[in-house]
């Protein structure tokens, strides 16, 4: 049995006359851009994290898939939770029932952010990484796209891994065009292996193959987003632009299906007890040019909620 953490009760023994449906304990909304930061208790007492983010036409849900997680990722704020256990497709599902709940209930917040209230679309980059919860992720997924499910449709789902590259190609046999998105932060090995320890199991080389297929089996949109955190003196200088720019370049895609890798840069946000720092706005715009005049789709993505602590790598039951 795990230790228990911080604010969390200690387990208990299962005793199923007493399971009840997840809840919300606490919510923070955002002056800043509306999202809603959730804290919520399941039924053994664990507590996970999911955030609401009002976006133009779309209310995304930002789900956890895990409490806790065990990849170590050193700038994140989950990863020191370690992996408590995984969440159950019930679990999955209540994530999206506690939003809709919650914004029947708060209707000024949908019309404040000129929003529905309902989900309209889902992230995978809460607590926990995805593809270490594949088998219920992928009894998840057909629940969230049917239509007597949430009706949500399959590209409006995105699948954030660190790079889980076995489980990347299952889950793309099963579905081809959902989105996913790979956290990569660094094209460079040893840089790579001291911010994701899960650069010692999947590799740079095996992540540009998955992207080569991805790419060349999609000729429109291989709905395929490369994430990189930008972290002050860590990762965010011309030469580790130049590093990332390199990698990719190791698919051997041509320039034509080169030009369809869509790159996120998000500044990082800094939290109390990090060692990282956001990186000043000069350096983003330089890693942004040096990417954009290769050909590459580069946006520059400030994280929702950055007031209450629900940006990437920020979910940590605060
Ligand atoms: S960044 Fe994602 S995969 Fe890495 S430790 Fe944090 S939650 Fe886990």
Redesign the pocket.
């Known amino acids: 049995m795990p230790a228990p953490l911080k604010g969390q009760r200690q387990e208990q023994k299962l005793d199923p006359t007493s399971l009840s449906f997840p809840r919300i304990q606490t919510t923070q909304v955002s002056s800043y851009d509306g999202s809603a930061k959730f804290v919520v208790e399941l039924w053994d007492g664990h507590l996970i994290e999911m955030v609401l983010m009002p976006e133009k036409t779309r209310t995304t849900l930002c789900l956890s898939s895990q409490v806790g ?5 050193r ?2 704020n ?2 020191r939770l370690k992996l408590v256990r995984n969440l159950t497709l019930a679990e999955f599902s209540a994530q999206i029932e506690l939003s809709h709940k919650w914004m029947e209930s708060n209707r000024v917040w949908a019309e404040r952010w000129r929003v529905t209230s309902k989900v309209t679309n889902l992230v995978f980059m809460g ?3 995805p593809l270490d919860n594949f088998d219920v992720l992928t009894k998840f997924l057909p629940v969230a796209m049917d239509q007597k499910g949430f009706c949500i449709a399959q590209k409006n789902i995105c699948v954030s891994t ?1 790079g889980r590259v076995d489980h990347l190609y299952k889950l793309h046999e099963l579905y081809p065009r959902l989105p996913v998105a790979i ?1 990569l932060h660094a094209g460079q090995s040893s840089l790579r292996k001291k911010l ?1 320890p ?1 650069e010692h199991e999947y590799s740079l080389p095996e992540i540009a193959e998955f992207i080569q297929m991805k790419v060349l089996n999609h000729r429109r949109d291989p709905r395929l987003l490369i994430q990189v955190l930008l972290m002050q003196g860590v990762n965010n200088l011309e030469k580790h632009a130049n590093e990332l720019l390199d990698f990719l370049k190791s698919t051997g895609l041509p320039q034509d299906r080169f030009k369809k890798i869509k790159i996120n840069l998000i500044p990082f946000n800094s939290f109390g007890e990090s060692n990282f720092v956001e990186p000043d706005s000069e350096s983003v715009l330089a890693f942004r040019h040096t990417l954009a005049q290769a050909g590459l789709r580069v946006m520059v993505r400030y994280s929702k909620g950055q007031d209450i602590a629900g940006a ?2 920020q979910l940590a039951l605060k």
């Open positions: 997680c065990a990849r170590g990722c700038f994140c989950t990863a607590m926990g990484e660190v956290s994701m899960i990437c790598g």
